[in-house]
């Protein structure tokens, strides 16, 4: 296992079109994490999940956003209607969290340009 | 929310000098986490410094957590142009972060 892989690495896509990241979390992690960074900022939390379930998703940034995580595994994140303001880095992070305090490790990214 | 403040937001050093970042919540913390990022890359983690810890070593790393004050400092001893990066603190349980400090370090 490489760590935590994200694909596709860099899109780009018209407004109003719908785009799907994908993200494989390290192999015996539970928990996995979504956040979108945008230049000079530090990345900004969007969801988890712990298993397939997702805890927290109010920090989704729209209705337009939403993520999945089916079979406890691979995580997905769909961008409805593409907004040039979605333009942005977006990463996910996996843990293993047994009791003790988690340590993230994140993947390379998926740079997003909305044209 | 559980998210850190980095300070100072830039720090341009000499390679060979050390560079030291602050962290500080609003809310309470407890474990806390240092990540680091370079230019259009993931974050690495470097160090996790528990609740009950007020210090923590690894390699050129010192970290220090102050629970009363509710902040935490990283120190990056004989700084070399590779540590040039963007440097992120995280409560390790909620891990959200701050904007980061971006160090440059000059050879």
């Known amino acids: 296992d490489t760590g935590v892989s994200q694909d596709p690495r860099h899109k780009i896509t018209k407004r109003g079109q719908n785009v799907t990241f994908r993200c494989d979390p390290i192999s015996e992690h539970n928990r996995l994490y979504w956040y979108r960074q945008t230049l000079g900022q530090g990345p900004e939390f969007l969801t988890y999940f712990q298993n397939e379930a997702q805890l927290e998703k109010s920090r989704l940034l729209s209705d337009r956003f939403s993520a999945e995580r089916p079979k406890g595994s691979f995580s997905t994140l769909e961008i409805q209607r593409t907004e040039q303001g979605d333009s942005a880095m977006y990463l996910c992070?996996?843990?293993?969290?047994?009791?003790?305090?988690?340590?993230?490790?994140f993947g390379q990214g998926t740079r997003l340009t909305v044209v | 929310s559980q998210q850190g403040e980095e300070d100072p937001q830039a720090l341009s050093i000499q390679e060979g000098e050390n560079a030291t970042m602050n962290c500080s919540y609003k809310?309470?913390?407890?474990?806390l986490q240092w990540y680091r990022q370079n230019s259009g890359r993931g974050l690495v983690h470097l160090i996790l410094?528990?609740?009950?810890?007020r210090e923590k070593h690894s390699g050129r790393l010192r970290v220090t957590l102050d629970t009363s004050k509710k902040s935490s400092s990283l120190l990056i001893t004989a700084s070399r142009a590779a540590d040039t990066a963007s440097y992120f603190c995280a409560d390790a349980r909620q891990l959200t972060f701050g904007s980061g400090t971006q160090l440059t370090v000059l050879p």
């Open positions: 809310t309470s913390i407890n474990n």
């Open positions: 992070a996996s843990s293993l969290v047994v009791g003790g305090v988690p340590e993230a490790f």
């Open positions: 410094i528990r609740s009950n810890e």
